[in-house]
């Protein structure tokens, strides 16, 4: 199993910026997929959910309305699209497939700064 994030960079505040996770390894059309990010000094924290051969996508409140996750089953891809960017929200933002225990990508960094 292998998951690649990309996509991430340094973006000025209300910034958008769409992160990619390029997957193999895996029945990617069945599988859940969530993203999560962990800032300096704080735990990792989840952002976004979205199902596996289902329409069902979640946030928590920290995001929703300004992220939004989508998935390729074609390219095996899952993309994580986020707008009005803030200071906060910068980390490294990580995919997670919902596998097993759980597999993991090294991580994209978000930097949100002016």
């Known amino acids: 199993v292998k998951l690649v994030e990309s996509g991430g960079g340094l973006v000025q505040p209300g910034g958008s910026l769409r992160l990619s996770c390029e997957t193999s390894?895996?029945?990617?059309?069945?599988?859940?997929l969530s993203w999560y990010r962990q800032g300096t000094g704080k735990e990792r924290e989840w952002v976004a959910t979205v199902g596996g051969g289902t329409n069902y996508k979640s946030y928590p409140d920290s995001v929703m309305g300004r992220y939004t996750v989508s998935r390729d089953d074609a390219r095996n891809t899952v993309y994580l699209q986020m707008s009005d960017l803030r200071p906060e929200d910068t980390a490294v933002y990580y995919c997670?497939?919902?596998?097993?225990?759980?597999?993991w990508g090294q991580g994209t960094q978000v930097t949100v700064s002016s």
């Open positions: 997670n497939a919902m596998i097993g225990s759980g597999y």
């Open positions: 390894g895996f029945t990617f059309s069945n599988t859940g």
